[in-house]
């Protein structure tokens, strides 16, 4: 079996990786490098770039933050990559963007964990995991810049890697926000572009924000 590969600063310039550089993947064998705009659909190339600029806009919107990008193994299963790189990295605030479920196809109910549509915007989550002051941060700079949103909500875990990015270390504050999703864990799911535009917009503007005066413990006044 060989896996494909490329390293983020080539793949968003457009060249190909012809070895590992300075950097040390995890696993080696059977890695074979490669651009990665042969082998995957524009769509999902233009995108992925456009996830990995969210930092690169906050930074022109004037974002005087440490940011850390991680992408993590074993989100359906144990979510060790979220665990280690929380505990590694020991953020102040942490963020984990995922998928969620739309409720807006039959044999959906919003009643499961809130009524979300497709192209209505991201999702902040209310939780016992899900950090109060992110949330309300998260909440103020949407409507601040007129970026619309959606909530949803789930009484113990999400079924995410803020599940454990939370419990990382001495413990991570945490949020999550989340892009609707139909047809989940499917071959046929199905995203709207601009939910993924809203997210990137929501999270630059939240990055603007944060700084070292920022509370975030959720039983300050």
Known sequence: MVGIAQLFGDFLEGRPSTGQGSVRPTYLPGVHWCDLHEVLPPIITENLKKGIAACKKAKE??????????????EETTMRGAYWAGARIQPDVAIAVDVTYAQDYPGTDPAESGDVKLGAGPVICNSSIANKKVNDQLKKCAKERSIPYQIESFLGRTGTDADKMHIAGE?????????????????????????????????????????GSTVIDPFAE
């Open 61 to 74: 919107m004037g974002c005087k933050i440490g940011v850390y990008v991680a992408t993590t193994v074993g």
């Open 171 to 211: 413990g991570v504050v945490t949020a999550l926000l989340s892009l609707p999703l139909r047809y989940m864990h499917s071959p046929s799911e199905v995203c709207h572009l601009s939910d993924i535009g809203y997210a990137i917009d929501l999270l630059a503007a939240f990055l603007c924000t944060v700084d």
